[in-house]
């Protein structure tokens, strides 16, 4: 049974930094494409940032790619996404996703595009 936890989410101040973290388990994880999204209620799953199995390969949209970071360390079945100069439109349920493959080519990472999910983590940025 594949299972994706996330943590790291809380509460801060706008300016200020969080890491989130998704330990993965039941699956081959350095032959998964890793992927982290968000959502707010009402609103779509937006992709923030989707990383390939080896850890070579990134995409992110432009909006997401100044603030976010996104890593992983196969050894430990864990990705991250480093969070800096967090504003209040970032306040959103955030959550990982695992893919059945490597990578796509072209590039996808759209929701439809990974089968497993976390929980998710709630981050909550004030003004």
């Known amino acids: 049974q594949v299972r994706l936890v996330e943590s790291g989410g809380g509460a801060v101040e706008a300016g200020g930094s969080l890491r989130l973290s998704c330990t993965a388990s039941?699956?081959?994880?350095?032959?998964?494409?890793m992927g982290w999204f968000r959502q707010t209620q009402g609103q779509a799953r937006e992709l923030v940032s989707c990383i390939n199995s080896r850890g070579g390969l990134t995409y992110a949209p432009d909006s997401m790619k100044d603030r976010f970071t996104i890593s992983r360390d196969n050894s430990r079945n864990t990705m991250y996404l480093q969070m800096n100069l967090l504003k209040p439109d970032d306040t959103a349920t955030y959550y990982c996703?695992?893919?059945?493959?490597?990578?796509?080519?072209?590039?996808?990472?759209?929701?439809?595009?990974?089968?497993?999910w976390g929980q998710g983590t709630q981050v909550t940025v004030s003004s």
């Open positions: 039941g699956l081959t994880f350095r032959d998964s494409a």
């Open positions: 996703a695992a893919a059945q493959i490597g990578w796509w080519y072209p590039v996808q990472c759209e929701p439809v595009d990974f089968g497993y």
